[in-house]
């Protein structure tokens, strides 16, 4: 039974508001003029809007514009108006100085489409990295009823024989370049063959990451994210998924029903058995601050930290997406979380009206070398923890990628296999970092411990994905294979360094990491969860005076208006890097 009555459509207002005949034939008579029909937009059908993220700037979510058109079909099928509308671009590869500077930039403007047209419930086309949290993000914002539709990965990408996952092959094969190993154009190959059809990247990487969560969280059709682009399940599930919001828009099924503070606590816990980037925490934590959902990386800690890796994906595993996909996508994660008790909340309701539990009970996984059993996991403990100190407030690192060499090399005790000690190397962004990685006058040796500041949010607008630093081409042709990394910006969820990511406060902010010296040593303690640097109080508190009393740590010129708000308004990473005042807005379709 719905629970909406047709004079309840907020579109109603718009084209068939009987106190104002006047505005409604304004408003009517131009969105005749393409062909539209008045019985199409006066007889009481929901006006559904699909969010477009797809463009020819937008090569990871294009296929999105193939998938409208199912998408239209299902609208119409049950009875509603499809109103296809473009979402401000964001393309995580092509977009600088880096795409997580425009998510909010969306955000702002799919919360003021939603708000000022005549919508009543939206289809939210999600893919590439940032688009599933702007979107979301602004569908928590305006709450009303919302359902996300993945554009789904690419087909699985070979070289040589085997899988070539988006990114992390780059990131192999950048080593592999600087060792000489291969040639510039061996190297721009192996990076292609890692992309072979429409999709987003087919690695575990910070798109799979956030479509699956988008799933885990309720926001999807169950079995959908998964869904390879270009396979035909794609395209019906958009079918199914323009039909589905239809219903929801008359149930009322809003985001504010689906994602609950319990519903993010199950996201919490299907990231870490998917192994979900490190950039699930900001933007989960956005979007529950735009919901008034109380979350924070203690949070991710203590509800995800113990959780073991189920999917045996690239990076942390061998897989991609379309073998994800194969043996049972989120719903057999979630099947497996199930039966060993392990999702704190199986009872949610989710965007096709059942609960979570109801959905993904009978999907076991079908390949269990793909998706593993509980109790044969890929790794045990697999979520992040929190990390605290003089260092900064609060930084997240993955401690399952910690392999046995690094705590070898880095132990200040060798009875604790949980304290290490190194050298500081302190780059100020990734130029310097760039200029000054291979020179061997830096000293840097297998006990340093590089770290990256100026790369959060306002040091380089946006937040750049540059903490998984490699090590110098003399150490690799050595055999170190990676040093550990501490920053103030973020890593590539396809990358799996030993990384201390997502610093709050930054830099700019002139926390621990701004007084930080080249030469000082870093002490991380993983049994109190701390990052700190080995200098007196008084050494901390004068050369922290000096900085501020020099104008504070420097940040380069904004380049356009919007960097310059962006920076201006912008929260830390822990609060999800949202602005500044955007939370107070709840509800405002209501409005
Ligand atoms: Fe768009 Fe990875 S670059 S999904
Ligand atoms: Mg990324």
Known sequence: MPNMQPNDLRSRQWFNNPENREMTALYLERYLNYGLTREELQSNKPIIAIAQTGSDLSPCNRHHIELAKRVRDGIIAAGGVPLEMPVHPIQETGKRPTASLDRNLAYLGLVETLYGYPVDGVVLTIGCDKTTPALLMAAATVNIPAIALSVGPMLNGWWDGERAGSGTVIWKAREKLASGEIDEDGFMEIAAASAPSVGYCNTMGTATTMNSLAEGLGMQLPGSAAIPAPYRERGQISYETGKRIVEMVWEDLRPSDIMTREAFENAIVINSAIGGSTNAPIHLNAIARHLGVPLSNDDWQSVGHDVPLLVNLQPAGKYLGEDFHRAGGVPAVVSALLGDGLLPHPDLVTANGKTIGENCALRPSTNDDVILPIAAPLKEAAGFINLKGNLFDS?????????????????????????????????????????????????????????????????????????????????????????????????????????????????????????????????????????????????????????????????????????????????????????????????????
């Open 395 to 591: 930084a997240i690192m993955k401690t399952s990628v910690i392999s046995p060499a690094f705590r070898k090399s880095y132990l200040s005790n060798p009875d604790d296999l949980n304290a290490f000690e190194g050298r500081a190397v302190v780059f100020d962004g990734p130029e310097d970092y760039h200029h000054r990685i291979d020179d061997p006058s830096e000293k840097i040796d297998e006990n340093s411990i590089l770290v990256m500041r100026g790369a959060g949010p306002k040091g380089y607008p946006g937040g750049a994905e540059v903490v998984n630093m490699r090590a110098p081409a003399y150490l690799l042709k050595a055999g170190v294979e990676a040093l550990p990394c501490i920053g103030d910006g973020r890593q590539s969820g396809t990358s799996g360094s030993p990384s201390i990511l997502n610093a709050a406060p930054e830099a700019p902010d002139n926390g621990g990491l701004a007084v930080l010296q080249t030469g000082d040593t870093i002490r991380i303690d993983l049994n109190e969860f701390s990052a700190n640097i080995l200098i007196s109080e008084d050494e901390y508190a004068s050369r922290r005076e000096a900085l501020i009393a020099a104008g504070g740590f420097a940040v380069p010129e904004s380049q356009t208006p919007w960097q310059q708000y962006f920076r201006e308004l912008v929260e830390p990473f822990d609060k999800g890097m949202t602005l500044r005042g955007a939370d107070n807005y709840k509800d405002v379709a209501r409005k």
